[in-house]
């Protein structure tokens, strides 16, 4: 376990119990990918590490809130991206997979103001693609 996991978790507001930082450890051993809560959990069991998909699922979201990992949703499918950095995704809608759009990103201009009494925080941008044919 990395000694800081501990300090990363406070810093993101969320107390640091062992299943979190279990958890922690699998995102930052398996590199800048994308996560499902099905996939993470299966990773975790074949790790020998018992945790509960619920705990699994909870944890990716607190993770999300704090800032850990980045929330990615197309449709009714939701990806928890470990790169934090601001890059958007491509989806293929035939496979189903996610992946982070490499160098320049794409800009959105224009954007709508917000209602009175919201601000924008971010934009996210889902490129969907299909094999041609």
Not at 6 to 20: M, S, W
Not at 94 to 119: K, N
Request: some cysteine.
């Amino acid at each position: 376990m990395h000694c800081n996991d501990e300090a990363v978790l406070r810093t993101a507001q969320i107390r640091p119990t062992r299943q979190r930082l279990t958890i922690l450890r699998l995102i930052r051993e398996g590199g800048h990918r994308h996560l499902t809560p099905d996939s993470l959990y299966q990773e975790a069991l074949s790790s020998g590490m018992r945790l509960s998909l619920a705990t699994v699922y909870n944890t990716l979201h607190e993770f999300a809130t704090g800032g850990l990992v980045k929330h990615v949703a197309v449709g009714d499918r939701s990806w928890f991206c470990t790169n934090t950095t601001d890059h958007h995704h491509f989806y293929d809608v035939q496979t189903g997979r996610v992946q982070d759009i490499p160098g320049p990103q794409p800009q959105v201009m224009e954007l709508p103001s917000a209602p009175p009494g919201m601000e924008v925080v971010g934009v996210d941008v889902i490129v969907r693609l299909r094999k041609a044919s």
